[in-house]
């Protein structure tokens, strides 16, 4: 007799070395599929951090290694759920470990949908990973629906509904999306552990030995509420040193720029993209399947960057021999509400000395929440952390946590404004004799990093 | 009065962060502006590791920041030699403090010549890494050269004698090249960290605290011979279990047929390539300037195999689907020597499925000298590792370590024959009711790995 | 022609393997005739974090380790001050290399005056660690004082007012004495390491990369801002989890009142402690010389609880039996303002089961400033963290970062009443037939870890 | 009804934090009640690794520390083996976790008879820590008997037929003891982490991946040979670099001397004994009983030796200075087939500038076999390490390691002579006067750290 599908279990666990997480044990013959498919596979080609390996030189790892983590931080929060707090155990509230399945494919493709430099090319192209990692959820056409469908008739939407969070079981859904969450969890240890900076580190070991579930979602024992305090600090302190760094930032106006550009040169000079950049067109044309979109990744724009260093318009030779050799924009912080007009001095001054402001400055602003409890008048809503007494009340975290507090609902991040590094280094003013005075009128506008009349 | 560029000190040390290394310091103008030419930023779009990534997703890591991390084993050596062995304080055999800039440059521009895939690239279009290194050194159009011409009239041609081990001092060429160097050293650790084993650690502190120059170049004091040691098992450790993995050369070999087949179909239908792969065109032509060379990355053969996915050629098509989707050849051990009819058998079953032997079988054999001392008859000259006495005097390492001695000139590896995974993977056999047993045969032809008759 | 001892640098370096910082490095002949001194020595015998032990049972490091790490953090903050701030570089706020010595020796030797479980210790016997390590430093019998007068005469003297801070360089009093020194940066490394707990790490690589020196003492580079913060941030961490642990206090208490019940038997019956504690006797007698003071180590006093076993004073042998065996007394809670009835009927209840309640209940309350900048009207003097702008100009640490400035003044910590585990825990109570219902009624004033009505 | 204690389970897991094994989890009551017992708790004030915490200072751990860490990783061995080699799933060879419990106990207590200093004590005072384990595990009166006892009957013996190897299972009796198991493990790992050196760090998890039981004991899978022959290679180096260290030996044979001549001493003149170390009385009179023998620990013999500094012998009371102030004797390696009349000669040298031969010099030979395959003619049995292939044979491990091979059966160690630094420090020799020359021709005795003639 054979076991159906779903129920397969690998004659032997299968597992993948991984230095955040020591392995990556796989039991299920479904989720070895998963892995194997193409569109999983596919993420190897897209790094997980972006324009920010330019800063950080060691954060190369791909969205494949970080969708692999989200897969195992969840499996082993299965794992402790079903060991100690099951249904069994602890009736109404405790965990259902036929939700496993569900749970293990949800982490690992909640990232699916993911394109190359996601942030940038989705605001020029106007797509959506969180559309897309839905749309290829439920597609009969892609490897994935086709391993999902396998299992049971509905489970690739039941999938999708896990990542659109109307899934019926909210455990599920905050395992893989709260604030305190896998994905969370991993991106933070793994940006940590390839970036070289220690500050991202928390203590997952102890965090997985608090976790529990309860009828509402996923909430922490009392006793390891400074954990889950180190975590939320942790967190903090990557987006203001990692994810908010200026000069990735400034790489990312680079690119910006760069697509925008050719998407401009696309509606005017369209013939010489047909051969340079074919897997990029129906996205210049705005008229993409998904499959188009399947074929993208960080080494496709990258190429065709290579291929437009010889194009013959300026601007984008440039900027893509700017974006390939790293030549990122350099910047300074800015006060929106009272430097408006100051900043059209800088780009005025920036056009004096020969550059267009349209492809040569840039506004950039960053800003995270580290952690919010409900505020029921607010827009988005977030799922506040919660920790459970011994009598099984439950504690919102920042009640208990004066660090927590401090960051609760305090957006972090600064505004600023960019512009050529020519501006401010001389070795690169070639035209100095000429425009020496406005160089250092520039110059004159930045003090200690920031912006001064 | 302006300081001449050679001996131009960064105002401010410059850093940047590295998992390895914790810091990479810079402090010479020199070493900034070669890390930002172009010829070294194109190194971060090259894989380190090639296909290994593909057997262990964390090692992503790129030949930039390997680059980055020799440069600053070397410095560090320099460091010590000249704070504690500087020729003013030991005398003869002492450091020479003037030679530090030129180590350095050595030291960061070792692997400049790599190109994507090197190991394969370089065996189907034959090129040669070092001889293109020296040639990015000594062109006159390289961002490369221009810098180094600017310390001094000779300097590239200097810097790329220590490549070619022409130059005068031994002690800089074996800090870059020896068989205990910092580019040993730096792989060694890196690889380890990304990988994730801890096998290939060792204790580069330590190392480093023992190493002294003399005048046949750079030996290691006697009480750290341990460290010594435990260094060359790291390294057959990384061998045996990282380098030579069965997995990442069954996407080698992919990889290699797949090349092999555009080079062949260049020939015979060259115009379909010339809009998909337009900077691999001189290689397929085999007309390819330093320049044409210089253009490519991992990306770019990425990106034509995406391209290739469209073409009409069934095996060019499939050979690149199976590279980027990571399905690769199977494998098991034989013996050279006296199995030869029985893979020619082997190769026929496989022809009998329906697979062309050409493009999907391979032998591929990984071998490696994990140590070797001093051999008055060996075709290939190693520098051997020599510990100082007390008195000065130098022994050889395998002369006092027992287990360096069992690895020395002990070649580590194996034979293995590569086949698709279909014929021993009844899931994937779509045509097992017509060649049922012909795929059992095959099958009982293995056993424990190992090819029987 | 010798050189002065001042001067006298070993002929080769010496180093001790050192898991928290690698190694320590010694150069100076001085220093390392100071560790190897008897008052150095004996550090070795007490244990750095005393009760903690006995929670984290991988704690059990000594003090001498961390007088190593003091020294040297110490002596890596003088190199890179050497190299990047000296006076000669940055004149006036810059650095005095011929402070280096000095420097040295008080970090090494801040805790020479610890003894045995001291917190407690001083409690009973009204002996101050402080006055004792100017003691040890200033008087002639002792080997450390033989060794720093062998430097210059009145050097002695110079190093115990860096302890009493009256030593007229800010800038050395503050490597050893600040709210960010060698000794805080050190402890908060090393218990981290010892104790396996993870968020007591912070980035010491970073910190010694922006700290500077300045005219009035030691500042840090803003753009260090974040590293500074996380130190923070560990050092609240570690207080809260690691040194406020309700269990090692449980343990303080019972060796509190082992103590005083020696001390006023001593008073009493004081024949019967003559042969088993002698080592003891000055202190019991409140009589006792430095030299008395330095024969003390855990040992002693832990071999003298063994004698103790067999008096026949029921209360010192049942306190000794505990102690030796870890039966720390458990704790709840309470609120002082409004709970002191309470806890007379709690004392009440214990005593009705048959404990002894002044040897058998505590209260005990641990709290911790973990930062404040500079209040004119408070009683403490504390120097605040000084960030250092582009332009020289300080800012204090919590006007920048809002974790900081959540934590500044705010008094962590908590208030505790302690009492025997028999109360709690049925199978302990060998006269529940008799007392149940009292047991009862005690166990019911405790809720959620409380004490409550 | 209630469960029996056998089988009684914490309601909630109790966990150590463990800076090796980041937590210790204990599931059984009675575990829990053996750690808290007094004969466990004891080994709290023994440490690891006597006096080699004299030379590597960070290495202050204790045998308590030791023991939870083996075992924890019995636990996860036998959680493994559980989960995926029981007797239900792989039938005879595989694993009965009803020998769980009895595992657990066997691994926490096969230390539980150590006693201080236990290699120099056992050889002065003819104990055996190995017995002395087994007496207090089948003792009536010890409280680790009791618990075990309550079990069930003859529980306590079957606990010390593991400790002598005649238990049944022998995958019982490996797990505990054999070339490589969870003790060996454990204390390589831990005394790695607490001396700071890495190269004694091997890969646990890995090893626990390919560990499997099979009838006649422990083996390992094939595809684990690297991880095992790293092991074999971390513990070869341990021995040579920390375990043999010269000036540990020399603190070894200064205790050694120290506790020889209080034994001497007692024999003639007991009375000034009597006062100053009770509990070593019953050791010195030659008759003690279990209960003396637990009353010992490493404080107990330093506080005699700290009272023994006021003795009227000159030479014990020196010794007990030179071991409290950690002076040890210098060696040099020698030859002992050659070189027996030239120890003659250095010791008579040693005499004549005033030091007694007898108890300040000394001969010590460390040796050990880092790993060894059966030897049928051989005198001790060694269980040698089996690695099992796909196909259930087994393959003993010198016969796939080129590594392991060259280390089989080779003896490692060295034969030293030790004397006193004085001897060779010439700021040491007060009587330099008198004897210069006789000085000189000790030290022409020894070169580069070798005896010669």
Redesign the interface.
Known sequence: MTVSYKFQQLPM?K??????H??IHVQHRVILDLI???EV??L??IKQLGTA??T???A???R??HS?GVYEITRRICDIFQR?YSKEKIGAGGWDDSERLIALCAALLHDIGHGPYSHTFEHIFHTDHEAITVEILTSPDTEVYQILNRVEEGFPEKVASVITKTYHNPQVIQMISSQIDADRMDYLLRDA???????G???L??IL?VIRPYEGGISFA?NGM??V??YI?SR??MY??VYFHPSSRGMEVVLEHLLNRAHELYHTEQQSFL??A??LLPFLKEDFSLDDYL?L????L???F??WLDTTDPILSDLA?RF???KPLKSCRFEPKTQENLLITMKEIVETVGFNPVYYTAINSSFDLPYDFYRPKSGKHRTQIELQ???GTLLELSKVS??V???AG?I?GDNRFYFPKEMVDQTLQDNYDLFGETYQLFASHI???ELVE
Do not use: C, I, W
Request: hydrophobic share 25%; no cysteine.
């Open positions: 666990e597992v993948f070395r991984d230095p955040v020591n392995y194997n498919s193409k596979q596919r190897r080609r390996s330019f950080f030189h060691g190369e790892h791909s494949f290694a692999l100690n552990y390839y970036t070289g900076t220690e500050y580190t928390f203590d070991t102890r030995r009392m400074h954990a305090e180190d600090v903090y302190q203001v040193q051969a340079t074919p897997l074929r990744d960080d080494g496709v990258n190429t065709y290579n291929h021999k390939l050799n790293r007494q011994k009598d004066p660090l507090a401090a960051l305090q972090q003090r200690n990093g």
